[in-house]
T-cell receptor, first 114, second 113 residues
Framework: QQQVKQSPQSLIVQKGGISIINCAYE??????FPWYQQFPGKGPALLIA?????SEKKEGRFTISFNKSAKQFSLHIMDSQPGDSATYFC?????????????FGPGTRLSVLP | DTAVSQTPKYLVTQMGNDKSIKCEQN?????MYWYKQDSKKFLKIMFS???????INETVPNRFSPKSPDKAHLNLHINSLELGDSAVYFC????????????FGPGTRLTVT
């Protein structure tokens, strides 16, 4: 129940195209759903996040769509650029007294071709 | 002005050795974390630590232990290293009042031979 599933494992998109990554979870106690971006040799960095009481959140070219009843959420990258090439992790988290414990999906390696 | 730093960046050691990875954050955060990323890039929480509470992922062997000399540091000690411990270890931190935003360090690649 603590698992977060993510697909696809890898994705190749042409420059200017739309990249879509999907995630699903089981535990309804999760209360926060971030997406992290990781470049080779670097630590993950927060990209965008959503709470379960919101169905969509947009920041620039990045949009999260959230379907609470289906327990699914997705990341859309519009006008994908070669600089977006990275590994993307969805996550779900549960609050504890002083922090937030993340359960990460297995990651999607995105390659944007010039 | 690095936010979350880790040392060393690379660590190569033999089975059976004891090693430590250091983590420091200068963000004024009060909660810190250790994550393990395996060869398939799977990222998993190991410890969550605040000076008031420690949460240990039940799957982490007791050969691993976090030690915090002060609020800005959370070091990871590993005893009797095994081949399966080879991975990239990430430290992260968050503020107690903005706990949903975690800042990750650059990672330490541990190779056990």
């Amino acid at each position: 129940q603590q698992q977060v599933k993510q697909s696809p494992q890898s994705l190749i998109v042409q420059k200017g195209g739309i990249s879509i990554i999907n995630c699903a979870y089981e535990n309804t106690a999760f209360d926060y759903f971030p997406w992290y971006q990781q470049f080779p040799g670097k630590g993950p960095a927060l990209l965008i996040a959503i709470r379960p009481d919101v169905s969509e959140k947009k920041e620039g070219r990045f949009t999260i769509s959230f379907n609470k009843s289906a327990k699914q959420f997705s990341l859309h990258i519009m006008d994908s650029q070669p600089g977006d090439s990275a590994t993307y992790f969805c996550a779900a988290s549960i609050s504890w007294n002083y922090g937030q414990n993340f359960v990460f999906g297995p990651g999607t390696r995105l390659s944007v071709l010039p | 002005d690095t936010a979350v730093s880790q040392t060393p960046k690379y660590l190569v050691t033999q089975m059976g050795n004891d090693k430590s990875i250091k983590c420091e954050q200068n963000l004024g955060h009060d909660t810190m974390y250790w994550y393990k990323q395996d060869s398939k890039k799977f990222l998993k929480i190991m410890f969550s630590y605040n000076n008031k509470e420690l949460i240990i992922n039940e799957t982490v062997p007791n050969r691993f232990s976090p030690k915090s000399p002060d609020k800005a540091h959370l070091n990871l000690h590993i005893n009797s290293l095994e081949l399966g411990d080879s991975a990239v270890y990430f430290c992260a931190s968050s503020h107690e009042t903005l706990r949903r935003v975690q800042y990750f360090g650059p990672g330490t690649r541990l190779t056990v031979t």
